[in-house]
């Protein structure tokens, strides 16, 4: 499920990031923030009014934030922890 | 002779770098720039165990060597020993937040990678404590190779234990270099962070319990955004309320000074000079150091609180629907105290345009130098009413400019990225830092140097516009017996009267045009100005001289005259110091030529139209 339609505060993992829609820049972000597959996530709250504005998330023990076309970009998961990287 | 050696503090944005740097260095900082960039150098002397002496560097922030920003550039570049007007460090302090220290190791191995001798300053451990996370600092110094040291700088602990290592790290001031490893690449770098991270963790919960909670408010979509409207308010009515006892003592402390060189000194042009040219102007913005504080209090106080990132994550909602990155809000709530430091707070923005259209917007900010100009101007024409429950009329006021020039910015910005500044904004991605206590010491380090820009600003810049405006306003005399007034005979006077032939039509009158000429040095110089010049003309009227420039204002000029005045100043770029800037970071003067005629257009079109509105109401 993509992350901008994932449930507020339900504990997930990335499954896949489609690299291909995020700038370079953007995609060497979201990488040095420690999103790749298998990084737990969580989304936390969701900005503007009508919930249109951005999206802060868990990475780790760390929080983010983002706009929705790059959490479209990230495909979560529920379930069992990951493997080890 | 022995170099000193060079230390450079490096990490991860948020890591507490700079908290550490302040604990370490106190006062003892050197601010500058590195030669050819605009990016910051903030040095300061320490001493180790030994009571030698090392050159300690904070550099900026960045998550990797590889930049996406001028400021990591030169992180990047001083690091490898590739930047100009710096040596290359004799050792690394690589700052990590404790409580992120998974994601923090991936750059710390890149730069333990390098080979440089390095110590690890495990930060902020009080904050993953209090969050559940206990770390064995020996263990993570085995797997990493380098000596690791837990630090919480805003309370000062650690610093000996890391004063110690950097002993070792200095042995003789050789450099001891370890091997370099081979660089291995991004994710196998994440995959051993992610490893020794595991390794090093004693017990763990799994959230942060205090920002957690208050970020449920701070971040919820309607109370987020009254929680930030409500501190803004307190920020813009604690400007005046806070204010008042420091200002009633210095302007107490500029009227004694002014009636003891007046009973010292006879009649006459040093008389003139010392008390008109002098004191009066100086004093006359001296006298508004106080809000610009308060001003800088709050703002220091929500950066370092980690508010600030908050308040951008509820404002993109609204900065992209004109085309801006939330991460701008930073930068033009900077641009608050002073558009200065704002413009260059737009380096962290990576995207060009979005940069650049902050960059042209950041003056509409109303910056700290507006405060002298609104609030004599407020002080004399708005009355000091209760207009509703604890809001006062003239705070209210105060308040509707900021918002003018807000809206002003945003409609700009809007036009900007349809227009000069076309095309797709690559987006707003953030961390956003842990709640926490900001140290004291560091709000009165950060308050301390904005108060010495400011008074060198006022000392430099204000003080010489304020005497070449004495000497256009004393120049030459008028002849004895002659009717003319000695401010219209003079120079000012006449180049006043042309000006004002263009100016009159919005409301404007000679002694407005005559200020806002010096006024051009800084904002604040409009202030000094029209008290240089009242204060001249009232040399045949001894009454007038125990009036403030307030009340000489009220019997000289017309509401509508005093509304378009504070209308201009919404948006007239009366600042060289925003447009020199501004010609550096967009390195030429296409871009500050073009900043300073929109500007000037938008503050003609503002005063004319408040005026002649203010005219027909029957304000006047």
Known sequence: MRLHLYPLRKPGYVESVDWSVLSAAEGQRLREFGICEGASIEALHRGGLLGRGPLACKVGRMTIAMRRNHAEAIDVRSGPDAPEQ | MTTIPLVALVGNPNAGKS???????????KLGNYPGVTVERKSGRISLSDGRPVELVDLPGTYSLDPTSPDEQVTRDVILGRQEGERLPDALVIVVDAANLENHLRFALELIALGLPTILALNMVDLATRDGLELDANILSRDLGVPVIATVAVRKRGLDHLRGALDGLLDGGARVLRPARPDVGFDARRADARRIARSAIVAETPSRRLTAAVDRVALHPFFGLILLLALLFVMFQAVYAWSEAPIAMIEGWAAATSDAVTAALPDGLLRSFLVDGVINGVGSVVVFLPQILVLFFFILMLEATGYM???????????????????????????????????????????????????????????????????????????????????????????????????????VALVLRITVTKGKSSGFLMEMPKYQFPRPQDILIGLWQRAVIFLKRAGTIIFASTVILWLLLSFPKPPVGSTVSPVSYSIAG????????????????????????????????????????????????EAALERSLGDRLKGRWSLPTALAFLAWFVFAPQCISTIAVTRRETNGWRWPAFMVGYLFALAYCAAGITFWTATALGLG
Do not use: H, W
């Open chain 2, 494 to 541: 006449r180049i006043a009267g042309g000006l004002n032939v263009v100016m009159a039509p919005i409301g404007f009158n000679r002694d407005i045009s005559l200020a806002l000429i010096p006024a051009m040095a800084a904002r604040e110089v409009a202030v000094s100005a029209l008290a240089t010049v009242y204060s001249l003309e009232a040399n045949d009227d």
């Open chain 2, 19 to 29: 908290a550490l740097f302040n604990a370490l260095t106190g006062a003892r900082q």
């Open chain 2, 309 to 411: 990132t908050r308040a951008a994550f509820m404002m993109d909602g609204l900065m992209a629907r004109v085309g801006l990155s939330g991460r701008a809000f930073i930068p033009l709530l900077s641009s608050f105290a002073c558009a200065v430091p704002g413009i260059m707070a737009t380096r962290t923005i990576s995207d060009p345009k979005d940069r650049l259209t902050t960059i042209l917007i950041a003056p509409l900010m109303t910056c700290s130098a507006r405060l002298p100009v609104y609030a004599v101007i407020i002080g004399a024409f708005i009355p000091a009413r209760t207009v509703g429950p604890g809001i006062g009329l003239q705070g209210l006021v105060l308040f509707s400019l900021y918002v003018a020039g807000i809206i002003g910015a945003f409609v």
